[in-house]
């Protein structure tokens, strides 16, 4: 049974440009969050979807959006780049909101 | 709060001894409450939750107590292992939210 997948691994960009970042849930979860993770911080909370809409949103700018589709995975973009966006971008999915999440590895996400 | 700061507090325990790790929580309406591991490189691992209505949870090797009076929550690991070297967050989530608060962690240092 896999866990949530996330993908890449890695990722460079530099200033301004556009990113996407993958998830995969955990088979049998239907809610997905994201949460940006900065050096020696615990994760902060980006938003969570729930039968293919945004639930609820943490204090990110609408630069960060999101999506997610009938398979229940999980989609996180984010334009216009700048260098504080350089972190740890974690996925995690559950059964429910009030159940336990269960991570992904992250996405290490470096802005040049 | 949100998580904030940039240096860890850290917690060195002698291999074999019994381990203690606190958190002060923000909210006393949070009434779910959840203990992730996170090993460098990796996302953060589910240990054990516990809710509002509950004061103590035991697993294997790990005990959970929540005390409400004080918003203080706790994570007890026996006889710790060289393995249980990590980063350890609590995470809080409110009633009538979707958002996972998690603390500032504490690094786990195990000591031969």
């Known amino acids: 049974d896999a866990g949530v997948t996330q993908s890449p691994t890695h990722l460079i960009k530099t200033r301004g440009q556009q990113v996407t970042l993958r998830c995969s849930p955990k088979?049998?979860?239907?809610?997905v969050s994201w949460y940006q993770q900065a050096l020696g911080q615990g994760p902060q909370f980006i938003f969570q979807?729930?039968?293919?809409?945004?639930?609820q949103r943490g204090n990110f700018p609408d630069r960060f959006s999101g999506h997610q589709f009938p398979n229940y995975s999980s989609e996180l973009n984010v334009n216009a780049l700048l260098l504080g966006d350089s972190a740890l971008y974690l996925c995690?999915?559950?059964?429910?909101?009030?159940?336990?999440?269960?991570f992904g590895d992250g996405t290490r996400l470096s802005i040049l | 709060g949100e998580s904030v700061g940039l240096h860890l507090p850290t917690l060195s325990v002698q291999e074999g001894d019994n381990s203690i790790i606190n958190c002060a929580y923000s909210?006393?309406?949070?009434?779910?409450f959840i203990w992730y591991k996170q090993e460098s490189g990796k996302g953060p691992q589910f240990i054990i939750d516990?809710?509002?209505?509950?004061d103590k949870r035991q697993g294997q090797r790990v005990t959970v107590l929540l005390n409400k009076t004080v918003k203080h929550l706790s994570l007890q690991i026996a006889a710790t292992q060289p393995g249980d070297s990590a980063v350890y967050f609590c995470?809080?989530?409110?009633?009538?939210?979707?958002?996972?608060?998690f603390g500032t962690g504490t690094r786990l240092k195990v000591l031969a």
């Open positions: 909210n006393s309406a949070s009434d779910y």
């Open positions: 979807y729930y039968e293919e809409e945004e639930r």
């Open positions: 995470a809080e989530l409110t009633s009538g939210t979707y958002k996972y608060i």
């Open positions: 516990i809710r509002s209505n509950m």
């Open positions: 995690a999915s559950s059964l429910r909101w009030d159940q336990p999440q269960h």
């Open positions: 088979s049998g979860h239907d809610t």
